[in-house]
């Protein structure tokens, strides 16, 4: 199969930084997105990787090891409206236009 | 406004009842999927279609079954057959480039409750 594997749940503290890491099978991978979702909403889009390196968009940047099958999303200067889950999802070749996600990490953001 | 729409937002199901979400969007994409999202799991794909008149079976497609009649639509029917249908369902569409996956754009969602 295709796993993506990513922690289930996170704390951290307002204003400060956090990593939320996943992993892939790297057989077939073609691109890394992440998206963020709050508790009963669709999720929103916030980046997509698909060469190695850091993609910075404001206070959140994203990762990616190509080799090591390996991302993380780098959210800094944290705000409480940042609690949400974050949802690592892969696309592979031939896969036709699907993405498999992961089951989502839950970020808990406390004063 | 260009979007995604699902409706309704609550859905209701009785034993032994087949119902229809639906799923709209005026984004001109080709491609519209189906997720189903329980809690603490990743979303899992139902079903999925890249163009008019043509879908494929996702991971989890027992029980359930679309049409996609027209470019901007992509109803989900959840038959009596599918004996644990309470979850949250999600549409998302997406622009088609060949082998490049383009980003995936999600409706609001459809909760799903069994009477």
Not at chain 1, 56 to 84: I, N, P, T, V, W
Not at chain 1, 88 to 104: E, H, P, Q, Y
Not at chain 2, 33 to 42: F, H
């Amino acid at each position: 199969g295709q796993n993506i594997d990513q922690p289930t749940e996170m704390t951290a503290t307002e204003g400060a930084i956090v990593q939320i890491n996943c992993t892939y099978q790297t057989s077939g991978f073609n691109g890394l997105f992440w998206y963020q979702q709050h508790a009963g909403e669709a999720p929103t889009f916030l980046s997509y990787n698909v060469l190695d390196g850091l993609e910075e968009k404001g206070r959140f940047s994203s990762f990616l090891s190509r080799s090591k099958g390996y991302s993380y999303l780098l959210l800094k200067e944290l705000q409480m409206k940042d609690s949400a889950s974050y949802l690592c999802a892969a696309s592979f070749t031939g896969g036709g236009n699907k993405l498999t996600f992961g089951t989502g990490t839950q970020l808990k953001v406390e004063l | 406004d260009g979007g995604i729409t699902q409706s309704p937002k609550y859905l209701f199901r009785k034993e032994g009842q087949n119902v229809t979400l639906s799923c709209e969007q005026n984004l001109n994409h080709d491609a519209m999927y189906w997720y189903r999202q329980d809690p603490g799991q990743g979303l899992r794909l139902i079903y999925y279609s890249q163009i008019v008149n043509d879908f494929q079976k996702g991971d989890i497609a027992e029980g359930y079954s679309v049409s996609r009649e027209k470019k901007e639509s992509f109803p989900l029917t959840v038959t009596s057959a599918q004996k644990n249908p309470t979850a949250f369902y999600l549409c998302a569409s997406t622009r088609t480039s060949g082998d490049v996956q383009e980003t995936q754009y999600f409706g609001p969602g459809t909760r799903l409750l069994v009477l």
